[in-house]
């Protein structure tokens, strides 16, 4: 699995680096996965980083609020939406430890 195409892509650098290595631009492209005809994943990205300004605010944003972004509809608005309540959910868990 040695194609250059798959390590310029967020989710190769994830494969062959590790997640920790991924910035927030880039982990979040993955979960957004594709783009639009105008916008790649990682521009989409980058832009609701832009309109949040952090992980940490965009993670209590509604879906209404999330599909503002250019290149976010209601698919991926809800894949972001069920990511960062999973996300809660485990924080919540290890609180509870």
Known sequence: MDNKLNWKHPG???RRSG??????KELLAIIINTGTKKLDAEQIAQKLLDK??????LAGKTLKELMEVEGIGEVKATQLAAMF???KRIVRHIESE
């Open 85 to 87: 309540e999973l996300t």
């Open 19 to 24: 997640p920790s290595h991924c910035s927030e």
């Open 52 to 57: 949040f300004g952090t992980i940490y605010n």
């Open 12 to 14: 190769g650098k994830l």
